[in-house]
């Protein structure tokens, strides 16, 4: 993965002249001033880490898997937010880890976990490297990050039940592929889905793009197996239980706070035989949410079901290939998309269905075309997200969700709070929402922000950030429907789960992490 931006450096691509002009004429971005940084230009300070604990590490895992050069801890140096990646292209390296961990095995991640204790060292546990809400930026100034790619393999799978149990280091390609040679899917394509991990996707209750068919990964999770300071614990002997509290449930979004996920055991699909993507066309945001809740709710539900609003519709961002095209710029209203994976029979029949309610709620077909290029455009966006900051653009995400009666004002309180935010530093945005996960009893909202960059992005953008937070709260969302809590969301999360919520987190934290040393001030505020 490129060490300033996101994804395989061969598909990264300027932006059209189309795009740039827009936003010169629209938005007032100027090209960047400087040259950037190239990798080999940023001054890394030698490794901290002592001696004594530097040789436990190499006791843990052997020589060639601890790394100090410069290099591997710069790629090691907080996430993919866009905030991450200007301080980086920067230079910024003042959250660099003092070292690079990568173990193979359970036991391994243990004999880590103890190295660590012993010396007071705190370690973050690092995956696909593709959080956006600061989940790998612990409050410590000295730290280790625990690479867990050499844990990639496929442990089990029991096609009778249709389990699979997978180390946590597979990425997602990775995980489908072993998957497919069985004949099955995990069917979890979130928009990170080319790098993030299989221990990412538990650890931060990830959420993917056809989530209205096959769930989110929280509820494809049947068990998991962590690594504490304090020893081993296992969760999940069976799909579900009535034995207790589900300690399944406390793990999963836990962001490597309490332990690490060493391997996770989940439900399979078999690969479908059919994948048909279409589009529709609505007169208004109001009137696609309307179709979404009568699918979510009443069925037939497609296994992707997505609205644009109007702005993203006009802009083109609901099909990446097309921004800011004539294509784009004609069409009117908002365009959602439904997709549709299984057996023939079992597709034709939703479809069928699906295609009734939609047309009674006011949509009108536009055919496969906006659907096969949404499927195949799907993770070009923070590929974009990269083009737009080289042409010295300002962009982010956000995402929240809420109850169906919620929507509407949470909907227009974020859009005006980052509106008003934005405009008053100085660089008034373009702001696009779409909702793409939907629940019998309510949907996500995910929100995209474009701008100049100003004198100084980072502090506009955690104004932005902060102000929208707020609004979430007080109409009624959740901080954070599928990206994690991280350092971002940590203050509003604590709100949101309330003192005695936090504090029984905090006991479970002092039971498993005792030293406190598991991706400090991440999760949880430092005591």
Not at 4 to 33: F, M, Q, S, Y
Not at 221 to 241: F, I
Not at 316 to 336: F, I, K, M, N, T
Not at 473 to 491: C, E, P, Q, W
Request: net charge negative; aromatic share 6%; with cysteine.
């Amino acid at each position: 993965m490129l060490w300033n931006g996101w994804g395989d450096p061969i598909r990264a691509t300027p932006l059209p002249d189309t795009v740039t002009e827009l936003l010169r004429d629209v938005l007032g971005v100027k090209p960047r001033g400087t040259a950037p940084l190239r990798l080999e230009d940023i001054a890394v300070p030698d490794s901290p880490l002592d001696h004594a604990a530097h040789r436990a590490l190499l006791t843990a895992v052997g020589e060639e898997h601890v790394r100090t050069d410069a290099e591997t801890r710069i790629r090691h140096t907080r996430g993919k937010s866009t905030p991450d990646l200007l301080r980086i292209r920067a230079g910024d390296v003042s959250d660099v880890p003092a070292a690079v961990v990568l173990p193979a095995s359970h036991d391994e991640v243990l004999a880590v976990l103890r190295a660590c204790a012993a010396h007071d060292l705190p370690l973050v546990p690092f995956g696909g490297g593709t959080s956006v809400v600061g989940g790998l930026s612990p409050r410590r100034s000295v730290f280790v990050a625990l690479d867990l790619r050499r844990m990639d393999a496929l442990l089990a799978l029991d096609p009778v039940s249709r389990t699979a149990t997978l180390q946590p280091g597979l990425r997602a390609p990775q995980a489908e592929a072993l998957l497919a040679g069985h004949g099955f899917t995990l069917g979890h394509f979130p928009q990170s889905y080319e790098w993030a991990t299989l221990g990412g996707f538990a650890a931060t209750r990830s959420s993917g793009q056809a989530s209205a068919g096959y769930g989110r990964f929280d509820e494809m999770v049947l068990g998991l197996t962590l690594a504490t300071p304090e020893g081993t614990l296992d969760t999940g002997r069976a799909p579900r239980s009535a034995a207790g509290p589900d300690l399944r449930q406390l793990l999963l979004g836990s962001e490597g706070a309490f332990g690490i996920i060493t391997s996770v055991t989940v439900r399979i699909r078999p690969v479908p035989q059919t994948r048909h993507y279409e589009g529709w066309r609505f007169p208004s945001f109001e009137a696609g949410s309307a179709a979404l809740r009568r699918l979510a709710q009443d069925g037939p539900r497609p296994t992707v079901l997505r609205l644009s609003d109007e702005t993203e519709t006009l802009i083109g961002l609901a099909q990446p290939d097309a921004l800011a095209s004539s294509r784009a710029q004609e069409a009117a209203g908002c365009l959602a998309i439904a997709g549709f994976e299984g057996t023939a029979d079992d597709t034709a029949h939703r479809r069928n269905g699906a295609t009734a309610v939609l047309r009674d709620c006011g949509g009108t077909p536009v055919g496969e075309d906006p659907g096969r290029r949404w499927a195949d455009g799907r993770y070009s966006a923070p590929y974009l997200r990269d083009a737009l900051l080289d042409a010295g653009a300002f962009a982010e995400t956000l995402e929240t969700a809420a109850y169906w009666s919620c929507l509407p004002e949470l909907y227009a309180s974020v859009r005006e709070t980052l509106t008003g935010t934005l405009t008053e530093a100085g660089t008034p945005p373009l702001v696009m929402c779409h909702i793409s996960h939907v629940y019998e009893n309510g949907a996500s909202l995910y929100f995209t922000v474009v701008s100049a960059q100003g004198d100084d992005a980072v502090a506009h953008w955690t104004r932005a950030k902060h102000a929208a937070n707020e609004a979430i709260l007080a109409a009624g969302g959740t901080i954070s429907h599928h990206h994690g809590v991280g350092t971002d969301h940590r203050d509003w999360y604590v709100r949101e789960a309330g003192p005695l919520g936090v504090e029984a987190l905090r006991a479970v934290k002092r039971r498993l992490d005792p030293a406190g040393l598991l991706n400090p001030g991440v999760l949880l505020p430092l005591d």
